[in-house]
């Protein structure tokens, strides 16, 4: 009994290529820094898709083209996101405690989709390569990681967890630029 041939979309590949590079180092060549483009240049290759290269305009400026243009709220997985000036505050509280908050800015960033917005919140969870210093690290490098990118404010939600008596935890988000993430959708070659 042999093993059925599984037939990927140019999309799954996009997602499989860049899950699988989780926590590594991406360049386009040996002498290259690896930036946020290269890891969705070099999946979109894997995939057998149009590169931003075949696509062009792509200069340092250039707002990246990677496939056809979709809305953000069609995003699926394998999909990729160019960011243009873009600002976000996040405040997650625990109970009492404190709240965390995270400050960011992305400026000609690019990243892939790894699943469907949430249609309440407009989060996207995204793969990127993206600068990061470990602790007490004097020097960072990029490297592929996931986390969420909102594409709109999120008013203050509670939700509670499950132990007893329940806790609740407090999220907020507050986003400059969302109208300056573009989609788009991979081409086949």
Same mark, same amino acid.
């Given at each position: 009994?042999?093993?059925?041939?599984?037939?990927?979309?140019?999309?799954?590949?996009?997602?499989?290529?860049?899950?699988?590079?989780?926590?590594?180092?991406?360049?386009?060549?040996?002498?290259?820094?690896?930036?946020?483009?290269?890891?969705?240049?070099?999946?979109?290759?894997?995939?057998?898709?149009?590169?931003?290269?075949?696509?062009?305009?792509?200069?340092?400026?250039?707002?990246?083209?990677?496939?056809?243009?979709?809305?953000?709220?069609?995003?699926?997985?394998?999909?990729?996101?160019?960011?243009?000036? %873009?600002?976000?505050?996040?405040?997650?509280?625990?109970?009492?405690?404190?709240?965390?908050?995270?400050?960011?800015?992305?400026?000609?960033?690019?990243?892939?989709?790894?699943?469907?917005?949430?249609?309440?919140?407009?989060?996207?969870?995204?793969?990127?390569?993206?600068?990061?210093?470990?602790?007490?690290?004097?020097?960072?490098?990029?490297?592929?990681?996931?986390?969420?990118? %909102?594409?709109?404010?999120?008013?203050?939600?509670?939700?509670?967890?499950?132990?007893?008596?329940?806790?609740?935890?407090?999220?907020?988000?507050?986003?400059?630029?969302?109208?300056?993430?573009?989609?788009?959708?991979?081409?086949?070659?």
């Amino acid at each position: 009994m042999s093993i059925p041939e599984l037939e990927l979309t140019v999309n799954q590949w996009v997602l499989v290529y860049a899950s699988g590079k989780l926590g590594q180092h991406v360049q386009a060549g040996p002498n290259t820094p690896g930036e946020c483009a290269d890891l969705a240049d070099w999946a979109l290759t894997q995939a057998g898709a149009k590169s931003f290269k075949e696509l062009g305009p792509t200069g340092p400026k250039d707002k990246y083209v990677w496939g056809a243009k979709i809305k953000i709220d069609e995003v699926q997985a394998g999909d990729i996101l160019q960011i243009g000036h %873009y600002k976000y505050k996040t405040e997650t509280k625990h109970g009492k405690m404190p709240p965390e908050t995270h400050l960011g800015e992305l400026h000609h960033h690019t990243a892939i989709v790894s699943d469907i917005m949430d249609p309440k919140t407009g989060a996207i969870p995204v793969l990127d390569q993206h600068w990061v210093r470990a602790a007490h690290a004097q020097h960072g490098q990029w490297l592929v990681q996931e986390w969420v990118l %909102y594409t709109r404010n999120v008013p203050e939600a509670v939700t509670y967890s499950s132990d007893y008596p329940p806790k609740p935890t407090t999220f907020t988000a507050r986003i400059k630029g969302a109208e300056n993430i573009l989609a788009y959708r991979p081409i086949k070659k």
